[in-house]
């Protein structure tokens, strides 16, 4: 008796928790799946701006900033962080000194960021893709050799296509370098000599991306790294690469204080797809070793790269000087 009491209270508790899985699935569904917007500036086009039609099929947007008096044979190429950054205001400001010593400096956002065209299949977001830009930019300003400054991932960058072009490069500026990849562990434990005092950033790369990353943002990078799919528009996507890199810029600075405003111009899946290939990069030790021209490498106080990172580059290249 008391069993067939009990049946349609399970029949019921059954119904409930049918309904109440949908109810999350569904939930889930739209959480993933429904566009997101966020607070952040929108990219606005900079007055100057000149642009490549590459034969790689890139479009690059660029700024020129001509040197002054008599011309340096050799151009300078600044390379931006990233991946997926862009060429900010202040990157301008702070080359242009260099135009009065007659340095023609260019500025030049990567395919899928900043002025630069978002290519149609994310995948082509290649470190090879970035580097047959490169080399086809220095055949468009019919350059013999060019400096080249590298920022962050501007400097993998560098690195990378030096090992392959030494017969393009005069010099190398490296600032706040990042890993030479496939990262080595001894540049992961490598200590600060005492002699170098330098602070650490309060904030870190992880926790930035903890605080602005939701179940949807995870889904992006994930449909778009395993599968080439995009879940999201470029639109949505650049805005939250905005967000992100507010958060993470965080990381940069010992006062958070004044950590700058959030400034469009970023591109999400030339970010994500970039350093996914570059987790797959050839080493590049063996020819960087190699290499004789003259770099400079500067690092500054809480930075979120790692000493040892910095380290490394001291070792590859093994002479170190000015402009």
């Keep these: 008796m008391c069993e067939k009491k009990n049946r349609p209270m399970k029949r ?8 109440a899985l949908l109810l999350l699935l569904l939930i889930f569904l739209i959480t993933v799946f429904y566009p997101r917007s966020y607070n952040v500036p ?22 020129l900033i001509a040197g002054k008096g008599n011309k340096k044979q050799f151009p300078i190429i600044y390379l931006h962080g990233g991946p997926g950054g862009h060429i900010t205001d202040k990157d301008i400001q702070s080359l242009t000194p ?28 290649t470190v090879d ?13 019919d350059a013999e050799k060019v400096i080249l400054i590298g920022q962050s991932w501007g400097a993998i ?21 990042g890993p030479i990849y496939p990262v080595s562990k001894k540049s992961l434990t490598t200590k600060i000599p005492d002699s170098i005092q330098l602070r650490n950033p309060f904030f870190t790369n992880a926790m930035g991306n ?3 990353n939701n179940i949807r943002t995870k889904a992006m990078k994930y449909l778009a790294t395993k599968f080439g799919m995009k879940l999201a528009s470029n639109k949505e996507a650049d805005e939250f690469e905005t967000y992100l890199d507010y958060e993470l ?11 700058p405003g959030p400034e469009a111009g970023s591109g999400y899946y030339a970010g994500i797809m970039t350093y996914n290939s570059l987790l797959k990069v050839q080493d590049p030790r063996p020819k960087l070793i ?14 979120n790269q790692k000493w040892g990172f910095t380290n490394e580059y001291k070792e590859l290249f093994q002479i170190v000087s000015s402009l």
């Design 129 to 141: 893709r970035h580097i047959e830009d490169l080399k086809e930019i220095i055949k468009n300003i």
């Design 157 to 177: 960058f560098a690195a990378l296509f030096s090992a392959d072009n030494p017969n393009k490069i005069e010099k190398i500026i490296f600032t706040s370098p």
């Design 42 to 63: 929108h990219f606005q086009t900079r007055i100057g701006t000149q642009h490549w039609s590459l034969s790689t099929g890139s479009k690059i947007g660029y700024t």
């Design 210 to 212: 903890k605080k602005a």
């Design 249 to 259: 810029n965080k990381s940069t600075v010992c006062d958070t204080s004044k950590t």
């Design 290 to 303: 190699q290499l004789k021209f003259s770099v400079l490498i500067l690092k500054g106080e809480c930075d």
């Design 12 to 19: 019921k508790f059954f119904k409930i928790s049918k309904y």
């Design 98 to 125: 260099f135009s009065d010593s007659g340095y023609n400096i260019y500025l030049y956002d990567q395919a899928g960021s900043g002025e630069s065209a978002r290519l149609k299949d994310i995948e082509n977001y």
